[in-house]
């Protein structure tokens, strides 16, 4: 089982949707967790970060933790053209050097 | 403000080959990394650095070779190219370290490298 599993995708929803992107992980350590969002041929960029269970909100984002289902969504409200993207979740123990990635999920907002 | 600056952006090598993917940052970060992506998979770790001449391996070292002589530069060398080792590089820098506080990594826009 790999450690971090990411709904592959790709979406494509209409302008406006509410856009829900999933990831499950397997070790109990990781205590970190971000979305990253990645343009085309663009490096990643942070886009939520949280540590605690529980809802995390950032305007149209929402970064929802469940850490005894071992368990992470990412929400977005009225979704955009401009939303398009892979967002990539990730997660890290306390202490590592090192973050786990997940596959990513291409999201296609049509206007 | 630049950022974190990859060159080059494309690159075709043969086998056997070698390379050096460079990465500066303009931002005064400590903290260096080089990841590698391969098509529909996350983001592996090959390199770190904590500071000027200090590296260490990430997920993925084999076949790679890292130096930092310098607080703004880290570049990845490719010894010995092989098909593997096609993927899209990424470099990134950050203030703390480990990054699991609220500072981001700054990535850069990445390499993209094939070895046929």
Redesign the interface.
């Known amino acids: 089982q790999k450690e971090v599993e990411q709904d592959p995708g790709p979406l494509s929803v209409p302008e406006g949707a509410i856009v829900s992107l999933n990831c499950t992980y397997s070790n109990s350590a990781f205590q970190y967790f971000m979305w990253y969002r990645q343009y085309s041929r663009k490096g990643p960029e942070l886009l939520m970060y949280t540590y605690s269970s529980g809802n995390k909100e950032d305007g149209r984002f929402t970064a929802q933790v469940d850490k005894s289902s071992k368990y992470i969504s990412l929400f977005i409200r009225d979704s955009q053209p401009s939303d398009s993207a892979t967002y990539l979740c990730a997660m890290t123990e306390a202490g590592s050097y090192q973050l786990t990635f997940g596959k990513g999920t291409k999201l296609s907002v049509i206007p | 403000n630049a950022g974190?600056t990859q060159t080059p952006k494309f690159r075709i090598l043969k086998i056997g080959q070698s390379m050096t993917l460079q990465c500066t940052q303009d931002m005064n970060h400590n903290y260096m990394y080089w990841y590698r992506q391969d098509p529909?998979?996350?983001?592996?770790?090959i390199y770190?650095s904590v500071g000027a001449g200090i590296t260490?391996k990430?997920?993925v070292p084999n076949g790679y070779n890292v130096s930092r002589s310098t607080t703004e530069d880290f570049p990845l060398r490719l010894e010995l190219a092989a098909p593997s080792q096609t993927s899209v590089y990424?470099c990134?820098s950050s203030d703390f370290?480990?990054?699991?506080?609220?500072e981001?990594?700054f990535?850069?826009?990445?390499t993209q490298l094939s070895v046929l």
């Open positions: 974190v529909g998979m996350g983001l592996k770790l770190y260490d990430g997920e990424f990134a370290f480990p990054p699991s506080t609220n981001k990594l990535f850069g826009s990445g």
